[in-house]
């Protein structure tokens, strides 16, 4: 669907440049926007890396194992029926951690490994397409947090 909607911007674009008599504007304006938009993921993978490496390294230090003992009662009782000793429950503390200390773009990747676990733990095998309420409240929770000003 999204490559429509980008496929039908550009044409607009080009058929306005063309109505304006200002088609060179438009690639200038491509090729500046294209090297912007390098510039934004080269620097956004630094930083995930970066900040993954550093939550893996406390993965394996323990301190995340801590951190699920301390947030265990709150998150038990927020995700009803999930396994306390399950990978999920470690991947959701990460990434509430990550959230927590500020690094939105470094708990994605936790999001993502809690939500696969999730899916391993809990799905509905006659609907497996269908969300459960854990994973639902997985998804506000990370939605509805407070943005950084």
């Known amino acids: 669907m999204m490559k429509w909607v980008f496929a039908g911007l550009i044409f607009l674009s080009l058929v306005f440049g ?11 304006a491509a090729l500046s926007e294209v ?5 934004l993921c080269l620097t956004l993978c630094g930083v995930i890396c970066l900040w993954s490496g550093i939550m893996r390294v406390a993965q394996t230090a323990g301190l ?16 009803k029926g999930i396994n306390p000793n399950g ?21 994605t990747p936790f999001g993502i490994a809690a939500m696969r676990e999730l899916e ?15 994973m639902v409240i997985f ?7 407070p943005q950084p000003s």
């Not at 063309?18 to 200038?28: K, L, M, P, Q, R």
């Not at 391993?120 to 854990?134: I, Q």
């Not at 998804?139 to 947090?145: C, E, F, Q």
Request: net charge neutral; hydrophobic share 50%.
């Open 18 to 28: 063309i109505v304006n008599g200002d088609v060179a504007a438009v690639s200038d």
């Open 35 to 39: 090297q912007s938009a390098i510039t």
């Open 64 to 79: 995340v194992d801590l951190l699920a003992k301390a947030f265990k009662p709150l998150l038990i009782r927020l995700f």
């Open 87 to 107: 990978k999920a429950i470690g991947y959701i503390v990460l990434n509430i951690t990550a959230n927590l200390l500020g690094l939105g773009n470094a708990s």
């Open 120 to 134: 391993k733990e809990e799905s509905d095998p006659l609907n497996p397409e269908r969300a459960t309420n854990n």
């Open 139 to 145: 998804v506000v929770l990370n939605t509805a947090r």
